[in-house]
Nanobody
Framework: QVQLVESGGGLVQAGGSLRLSCAAS????????MGWFRQAPGKEREFVAA????????DYTNSVKGRFTISRDNAENTVYLQMNSLKPEDTAVYYC???????????????????WGQGTQVTVSS
C-alpha cells in the first residue's frame, strides 16, 4: 500500500520559513519523480514544484521561484519543500505527489501523478 505523508505545516508570520516533508512508503521511491501542489480555500489546486527521480532537475511555479526549494533524499524516501520569505498568499493546503513520468515539462499537471498525500496546512499571517 502506497502512502505519502506530509508534515511540517503550521502557522508562520509573513517573511518566515517552513520546511515541509513528505515521507513515502510502499513504492520504489527512486523510480518516481515528486511534486508539491497546493490548494487555497475557494481556489483550484496549483502546481508548486517538482523534482526528478535523481534530484538533478527541478521546476517551480513562477510565484515561488527564489523563495522555495524542493529536494529529495532517496535513501530516506523523503521529499522536502523549503519555503522561505513566506507571504500570506502562500496560505494553502500543501500536497505531495508521485509520478512515474520522466518528462519534467508535464509535471505541472496533476493528471500525471499516481499517488497523493493527505496534505498539510500552511498558514501565513500578515
Amino acid at each position: 500500500q502506497v502512502q505519502l505523508v506530509e508534515s511540517g505545516g503550521g502557522l508562520v508570520q509573513a517573511g518566515g520559513s517552513l520546511r515541509l516533508s513528505c515521507a513515502a512508503s510502499g513504492l520504489a521511491f527512486s523510480n518516481y519523480a515528486m511534486g508539491w501542489f497546493r490548494q487555497a480555500p475557494g481556489k483550484e489546486r496549483e502546481f508548486v514544484a517538482a523534482i526528478s527521480r535523481t534530484g538533478g532537475l527541478t521546476d517551480y511555479t513562477n510565484s515561488v521561484k527564489g523563495r522555495f526549494t524542493i529536494s529529495r533524499d532517496n535513501a530516506e524516501n523523503t521529499v522536502y519543500l523549503q519555503m522561505n520569505s513566506l507571504k500570506p498568499e502562500d496560505t494553502a493546503v500543501y500536497y505531495c505527489a508521485s509520478a512515474r513520468t520522466t518528462t519534467m515539462s508535464v509535471m505541472i499537471l496533476g493528471k500525471w501523478y499516481d499517488y497523493w498525500g493527505q496534505g498539510t496546512q500552511v498558514t501565513v499571517s500578515s
